[in-house]
Nanobody
Framework: QLVESGGGLVQAGGSLRLTCAVS????????MGWFRQAPEKEREFVAAIKWSDGRTFYADSVMGRFTISRDNAKSTTYLEMNSLKPEDTAVYSC??????????????????WGQGTQVTVSS
């Protein structure tokens, strides 16, 4: 099970921190990723992190503004979002890949998904 929290409404230039708590059998996963989907748009990769060594991956659109991190003891990942823009508005979902892979940008590689949390950035 994956449970996201931390979404909400924020003004442009503001910050939010999303949390994804992992439990159950999917705890022993390889990669945790964040994706987002805006209305009438395709699902978009945001960021990912390897549980084992903490390697991080980012979409160009969020590089330098968003930071993904993990707390292995709490089986939790975080997505710190700064300098938010109206175009960041979307439903953000976390997901896990169980097997070892570097193909972290492709949502079809992910085995389990959270329910999503809405992030709205006003101009």
């Amino acid at each position: 099970q994956l449970v996201e929290s931390g979404g909400g409404l924020v003004q442009a230039g503001g910050s939010l921190r999303l949390t994804c708590a992992v439990s159950g059998l999917i705890f022993n996963s390889n990669t945790m990723g964040w994706f987002r989907q805006a209305p009438e748009k395709e699902r978009e990769f945001v960021a990912a992190i390897k549980w084992s060594d903490g390697r991080t991956f980012y979409a160009d659109s969020v590089m330098g503004r968003f930071t993904i991190s993990r707390d292995n003891a709490k089986s939790t990942t975080y997505l710190e979002m700064n300098s938010l823009k109206p175009e960041d508005t979307a439903v953000y979902s976390c997901a896990v890949i169980q097997r070892s892979t570097l193909v972290v940008h492709d949502w079809t590689m992910y085995n389990y998904w959270g329910q999503g949390t809405q992030v709205t950035v006003s101009s």
